[in-house]
């Protein structure tokens, strides 16, 4: 824990970087930051927040949107019209998590492609983009993600996105990338916010994962199509007035605390190494690269040991039938991962 948290409670909660509360600093800003109605345009923190995180990704524009589920659809509503397709990898957040907001709200179909550690797989990408024709709707539009969630905080490469966009490019589709943690990317590979942001007509970033902010993600791209957001942000009841005392603790978040992931980082790979001494432990995705940590634990119940651990006061998220995931994040210090390591090691 960096920062003395009056109300943190005593257990070590390892099941994902979005349990982070706001920092003092971040507290103090929220009661002091400068609001106005900002579904108006008025909000003056929003607009400074919404300037900074498109200077960092290098886009024409951006726009804070109360969740990263929502900054995806929007983005997913606005490239892509009802009857046709949208393309991403198998375990992507925007297909598996987002309530089939997809075909809900915009009435897409998911064609979901083969990838490994979060790399969509060009010559699939290649089969399923193209447009309408014979009896199959248009696939114009491909989601990436990075780093990957569900493939262990993998970092997808650059090149590996710069293909997947050559491959859409060909065919006139569009390529959204949903980086929620693209900071940690970002600090894991020494490539610049930017250069991610090229690969892609759509970029959204949360603030509310390991850089702790309390809530909101930023939905990046041209002016025109932030103008577009704009509108679908306020058709799906995110638009939001006096929003500034959010915006503000985002602001600290994305100048304060980008540098600090590289501590998330060195934690995870510390989790991963510990779990490894104990018999009959795999890591399906191999030594993190970033924050998350999926461990396997052949012929135990994950529920079981997630259980387990609860008791020893460590919380991890069950994933799969024996698979458990761990991710580090502000409020996780070193003395939490070591008591990590110790109750898996006494739970399988
Ligand atoms: C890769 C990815 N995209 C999008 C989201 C959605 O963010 P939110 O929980 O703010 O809707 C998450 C949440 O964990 C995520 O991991």
């Not at 709200?105 to 290649?126: C, H, K, Y």
């Not at 602001?251 to 009959?280: K, M, P, S, T, W």
């Not at 008791?311 to 024996?322: I, R």
Request: charge should be negative; charged fraction near 20%.
């Amino acid at each position: 824990m960096t920062d003395a948290q009056p109300d943190h409670p005593p257990v070590c909660d390892f099941r994902s970087d979005t349990v982070t509360r706001p920092t003092p600093a971040m507290r103090q800003a929220m009661a002091e930051a400068v609001v106005g109605d900002d579904v108006l345009g008025d909000d003056p923190t929003v607009l400074e927040l919404q300037e900074e995180v498109a200077r960092l990704l290098g886009t024409e524009a951006a726009l804070f949107v109360p969740t990263g589920s929502q900054g995806n659809q929007i983005a997913a509503h606005i490239h892509a019209r009802p009857g046709q397709e949208i393309a991403c990898g198998a375990n992507a957040h925007t297909y598996d998590w987002e309530m089939a907001g997809l075909a809900a709200i915009s009435g897409l179909q998911a064609r979901t492609l083969p990838a490994e550690l979060g790399r969509i797989d060009i010559d699939a990408a290649r089969e399923a983009l193209h447009p309408a024709g014979g009896h199959r709707p248009a696939c114009l539009l491909l989601t990436t993600e990075n780093t990957h969630n569900f493939h262990g905080g993998a970092v997808v490469p650059l090149e590996h996105l710069q293909a997947l966009r050559a491959v859409a490019s060909d065919v006139g589709a569009r390529v959204h990338l949903d980086g929620a943690r693209l900071w940690n990317a970002a600090v894991a590979s020494g490539v610049s916010l930017a250069d991610y942001a090229a690969t892609a007509d759509s970029v959204m970033v949360c603030l509310s994962k390991g850089l702790g902010a309390p809530i909101g993600s930023v939905l990046c791209g041209t002016s025109a199509f932030i103008e577009e957001a704009h509108d679908v942000r306020k058709m799906l009841g995110g638009g939001m007035r006096q929003v500034g005392v959010l915006a503000a603790p985002g602001l600290i978040a994305v100048r304060d605390q980008r540098e600090r992931l590289v501590d998330d980082h060195a934690r995870a790979a510390r989790l991963a190494e510990g779990f490894q001494q104990a018999e009959g432990i795999e890591l399906p995705y191999g030594t993190p690269e970033t924050n998350i940590v999926f461990v396997r634990a052949a012929g135990r119940e994950a529920k079981q040991l997630e259980g387990a651990l609860a008791e020893a006061g460590v919380l991890a998220f069950a994933t799969g039938p024996d698979v458990l995931r761990f991710v580090t994040h502000y409020d996780v210090d070193d003395a939490m991962v070591e008591r990590a390591i110790e109750a898996f090691l006494a739970a399988v």
